[in-house]
């Protein structure tokens, strides 16, 4: 959180380190199919609770209840410094590869609480995509696959916990780049296994850096 802004989180403390904070694990895991894949990483640098950069700018939670304790003209200034640059670098980056004439996978790191609103959720990694773009769902379904091949005791689900056309920066992105040259793919991973043992946390992120790459090698 940074300083200027820290006013209007006064108690919020134990929400900014919670699931409703931040993606507990996913800049770890970002970090490592970066260097792993030599891929270019745009990741974000403050709270969620400060302006959600994965939602449009009219969605009702883009600002969570303790950012609209700032005054409207700070709000604004939020954007211009976090929001549109961070979207915009992504945007930049997929517009320039695809003007080289290559094809983008664009994946998009995230995990979920393993409890919310008093239900369990057990499964273990969310693929999220649009299921109307070919391309998506046949690149979902393989890495599925090669996840269950390697540990059939994972479990993989696609468009859970939500769903891949929910509104969502690759949403946005999909509005802009054609089905044949982009893809835009959702990672959730439960964050039980990056709040848990570390061997386990360990071997998940070793499954998924494997078998991206098997599922990028057989496109």
């Not at 950012?67 to 517009?95: F, K, S």
């Not at 996978?105 to 919310?116: A, G, K, M, N, Q």
């Amino acid at each position: 959180m940074p300083a200027r802004y820290r006013a209007a989180f006064i108690g919020a403390e134990r929400t900014l380190a919670s699931h409703r904070g931040y993606d507990r694990g996913a800049l770890q895991l970002a970090r490592e199919f970066s260097r792993r894949l030599q891929a270019p990483l745009v990741h974000s640098t403050i709270s969620r609770l400060l302006i959600e950069l994965n939602r449009s700018l009219d969605h009702s939670q883009i600002f969570s209840p303790y950012a609209l304790r700032l005054a409207p003209a700070t709000r604004d200034e939020l954007v211009g410094r976090y929001y549109l640059p961070y979207r915009d670098a992504i945007a930049r980056r997929v517009a320039a590869a695809l003007r080289r004439g290559h094809r983008v996978i664009h994946l998009s790191c995230h995990s979920f609480t393993p409890r919310l609103g008093g239900i369990l959720r057990t499964t273990d990694i969310g693929l999220l995509f649009d299921s109307r773009r070919a391309g998506e769902t046949a690149f979902c379904h393989r890495w599925q696959a090669a996840l269950r091949s390697r540990d059939p005791r994972l479990r993989v689900r696609r468009n859970y916990p939500y769903r891949g056309s929910d509104d969502g920066l690759t949403t946005d992105l999909r509005r802009r780049f054609p089905e044949r040259s982009y893809i835009g793919i959702e990672l959730e991973v439960n964050q039980r296994f990056p709040r848990g043992d570390a061997r386990r946390w360990n071997a998940l992120r070793a499954a998924l850096l494997t078998t991206l790459s098997e599922t990028l090698r057989g496109l």
